[in-house]
């Protein structure tokens, strides 16, 4: 994953196997993996590698295949073809988007009984503290608030001192303190050499954690590096301006993707960003605080998908 991919991932192997043996540094591995649900492609000749100590952030649009490509190393998902392989599971924690779990345990006793399954997990107490969940460690689970249950799943998944750590869309629901919690946490993991694989939908999340990223469409690989790299294979610049001009009216240039106006300051999306510039200085002699920048993993999220989906 340390050289920018562009373009789909064509090889699908000719067989299927979930592996616990590694070969090499890599801690899980999907080849050429394809998979169907009925009529709909979840994943199409997929490849992907996590090293150690590293961030993976797997984008996408909704059914890109994220939860699919972690689903399939996990073994939740059987491969239609292609080769999963993961590292000791015992080494691996799990947050997923859809989790049943027993509203009457508290989340203390949750907490307890994954730790319990790992050689030398840390105390309930450690677990708790690191995730911010000691005030609700009483509580039980089934009398939680949405974001208060993703919280404890938290603390469930890190519980183990995992290698690996598997989070699909761990954000989704909680409150930006909660939020910065979480990131705060994760961050503490990958420096002390914990892998991380993420799904999200909030794209500053990748661009604050991520040192790759993975883009999926319609379950292809259509770019992979880092956070600069993939930002670097775009076109697109952000240009801001105070300017009396109509946001309305600067949105049917030639060369505009998108305008948006914050009280006086514009934000324009360009793919031609020095004509839109020049534009912007003949049509406006008061046009002040001028600052062109090139775009941020949204803007290149957003181009790289539609140009796959074209």
């Not at 939680?144 to 404890?152: E, I, N, P, Y």
């Not at 046009?287 to 090139?294: D, G, H, I, S, T």
Request: proline letters at 4%; aromatic letters at 4%.
């Amino acid at each position: 994953m340390g050289r920018l991919t562009i373009g789909p991932q064509d090889t699908i192997l000719p067989h299927s196997l979930v592996d616990d043996s590694m070969d090499n540094e890599c801690l899980a591995e999907l080849r050429g993996v394809s998979k169907r649900f009925g009529k709909i492609r979840a994943l199409d000749g997929l490849d992907l590698q996590v090293q150690p100590g590293e961030l993976l952030a797997l984008l996408g649009p909704n059914g890109a295949g994220k939860t699919t490509a972690i689903s399939i190393p996990l073994g939740l998902a059987a491969p239609d073809s292609g080769v999963a392989r993961l590292c000791d599971r015992r080494q691996i924690g799990v947050m997923m988007q859809e989790v049943a779990l027993t509203d009457e345990l508290r989340v203390h006793e949750h907490i307890d009984l994954v730790a319990s399954y790992y050689p030398a997990p840390l105390t309930v107490a450690a677990a708790m503290e690191m995730t911010h969940t000691t005030a609700i460690a009483n509580r039980p689970y089934g009398k939680l608030s949405g974001g208060q249950k993703r919280q404890a799943q938290f603390a469930m998944a890190i519980c183990g001192r995992p290698k690996l750590l598997f989070l699909d869309e761990p954000t989704a629901g909680l409150d930006v303190q909660a939020r910065q919690t979480l990131w705060d946490t994760l961050g503490e993991l990958v420096r002390s050499g914990t892998a991380v694989v993420l799904t999200t939908h909030y794209l500053e999340e990748a661009e604050a954690l991520a040192d790759h990223v993975a883009v999926l469409t319609k379950g292809r690989l259509i770019a992979s590096g880092t956070v600069s790299e993939i930002r670097a294979v775009v076109g697109r610049k952000r240009i801001s301006c105070v300017s009396t001009l109509a946001a309305e009216q600067i949105g049917t240039w030639p060369g505009v993707d998108s305008v948006d106006r914050d009280r006086r300051q514009l934000h324009i999306t360009a793919r031609d960003a020095e004509d839109v510039v020049r534009r912007l200085l003949a049509a406006d002699g008061q046009l002040q605080e001028l600052e062109v920048r090139r775009a941020g993993l949204a803007e290149a999220f957003t181009e790289l998908t539609q140009e796959a989906c074209s």
